[in-house]
T-cell receptor
Framework: GAVVSQHPSWVICKSGTSVKIECRSLDFQATTMFWYRQFPKQSLMLMAT?????????EQGVEKDKFLINHASLTLSTLTVTSAHPEDSSFYICSAKRGQALSTFGSGTRLTVV | GNSVTQMEGPVTLSEEAFLTINCTYTATGYPSLFWYVQYPGEGLQLLLK?????DKGSNKGFEATYRKETTSFHLEKGSVQVSDSAVYFCALNKAWEGGSEKLVFGKGTKLTVNP
């Protein structure tokens, strides 16, 4: 079946630095990838949708300059949290899909900014 | 707007007990409804889905029926196992808009099954 790998699974960084999270579709070509954020005891919130080769579409309230998304190939999307601050600490999850198939989710990345 | 409300956990049951996790939704139109499961250290996996009213989704002994009149999609299992311990998410997806997908999730319910 479809497999999505997300890396790293957890990361700690200093305030003011940038962190990159990778999302890879291992056995299929993903025409669309999604990035979600999950706060403790809260729902997963869609941050942005990215289609290969085009700019990501961000949800209302998500800062595009803060959360840079690149979907350079059909198997890789990256989320870069720029100038991270403690309030950016969260659980980030990606998902990937091909055509109209349902998404396959990655295992998530726990980001802690200190 | 669209939203999903599911019962707060955590839920702790003994093996072979009956499980119900309530889920209600608010949406315009006719969304598709889903239950996802997240086992410890893993990503979300689709457990079951229903795309129209009165549809019943089922998988691995779990069932949920799309009830439009009560806007509900409660998850049930007749006899849980220790291996069912996980976090369960109810979600809806608006009808396809040019093939787009926009999942809206509930907060998740953590289930622990003790032997």
């Amino acid at each position: 079946g479809a497999v999505v790998s997300q890396h790293p699974s957890w990361v700690i960084c200093k305030s003011g630095t940038s962190v990159k999270i990778e999302c890879r579709s291992l056995d299929f070509q993903a025409t669309t990838m999604f990035w979600y954020r999950q706060f403790p005891k809260q729902s997963l919130m869609l941050m942005a949708t990215s289609n290969e080769g085009s700019k990501a579409t961000y949800e209302q309230g998500v800062e595009k300059d803060k959360f840079l998304i690149n979907h350079a190939s059909l198997t890789l999307s990256t989320l870069t949290v720029t100038s991270a601050h403690p309030e950016d600490s969260s659980f980030y999850i990606c998902s990937a899909k091909r055509g109209q198939a349902l998404s396959t989710f990655g295992s998530g990345t726990r980001l802690t900014v200190v | 707007g669209n939203s999903v409300t599911q019962m707060e956990g955590p839920v702790t049951l003994s093996e072979e007990a009956f499980l119900t996790i309530n889920c209600t939704y608010t949406a315009t139109g006719y969304p598709s409804l889903f239950w996802y499961v997240q086992y410890p250290g893993e990503g979300l996996q689709l457990l079951l889905k229903a795309t129209k009213a009165d549809d019943k989704g089922s998988n691995k002994g779990f069932e949920a029926t799309y009830r439009k009149e009560t806007t509900s999609f409660h998850l049930e299992k007749g006899s849980v196992q220790v291996s069912d311990s996980a976090v369960y998410f109810c979600a809806l997806n608006k009808a396809w808009e040019g093939g787009s997908e926009k999942l809206v999730f509930g907060k998740g319910t953590k289930l622990t099954v003790n032997p």
